[in-house]
């Protein structure tokens, strides 16, 4: 079974709202997950690393302000998309880093579509 | 030039047939990954490597650190196969460097 756990699945909303994704690790505490951003026929992009207890970090080009991620536990990481816009739309989809460090479990992604 | 570069970009096969997808890097790296997204867009990890080789039912994972190259095998392809096969190095850290990913099409 799923051992990442992310919600909602997919999403439409309208623009200028907020859409907040929440990715959970299953039966483990993962002080490191990791936000993607996919288009599509492309790979994963990475947006932030997101640590247990600390403030994301960002890769370059990535609104800090735009994408709120927070990791207020041990077993919950959250992506808060801030006022949408169509351009937003995209596949976002985390991971959660096994302890230990080598593995990563991925989540089922979400699917989002700002109208 | 990609850190990670993988051939062929889009594979299909008729089911049975024995396939491999390659994966090239071009940096030093810690481990190698193998994923799988289906067509939802869900990723299961299949294998994480640092040498040699690995086996899980029908697929096997090899890696070459000398040469940089590792290669992922299906025996017995089966149109469940079907998906987007990505590889992904982790170099220092965990974060990791992924392919463009390989559509892989199984024909009954």
């Known amino acids: 079974g799923a051992v990442v756990s992310q919600h909602p699945s997919w999403v439409i909303c309208k623009s200028g709202t907020s859409v907040k994704i929440e990715c959970r690790s299953l039966d483990f505490q993962a002080t490191t997950m990791f936000w993607y951003r996919q288009f599509p026929k492309q790979s994963l992009m990475l947006m932030a690393t997101s640590n247990e207890g600390s403030k994301a970090t960002y890769e370059q080009g990535v609104e800090k302000d735009k994408f709120l991620i927070n990791h207020a536990s041990l077993t919950l990481s959250t992506l808060t998309v801030t006022s949408a816009h169509p351009e937003d739309s995209s596949f976002y989809i985390c991971?959660?880093?096994?302890?230990?460090?080598?593995?990563?479990?991925f989540g089922a992604g979400t699917r989002l579509s700002v109208l | 030039k990609n850190e990670v570069e993988q051939s062929p970009q889009n594979l299909t096969a008729q089911e049975g047939e024995f396939i491999t997808i390659n994966c090239s890097y071009s940096v030093g790296i810690s481990a190698l990954h193998w994923l799988q997204q289906h067509p939802g867009g869900g990723i299961v990890s299949l294998f994480m490597?640092?040498?040699g080789k690995k086996k899980h039912g029908r697929l096997i994972a090899t890696i070459n650190i000398q040469e940089k190259h590792s290669s992922l095998h299906i025996t017995a392809s089966h149109p469940r196969d079907s998906a987007v096969y990505i590889c992904a190095v982790r170099r220092s850290g965990s974060r990791l460097t992924f392919g463009e990913g390989t559509q892989l099409t199984v024909n009954p």
């Open positions: 490597l640092s040498s």
């Open positions: 991971s959660a880093l096994w302890p230990g460090g080598d593995i990563q479990y």
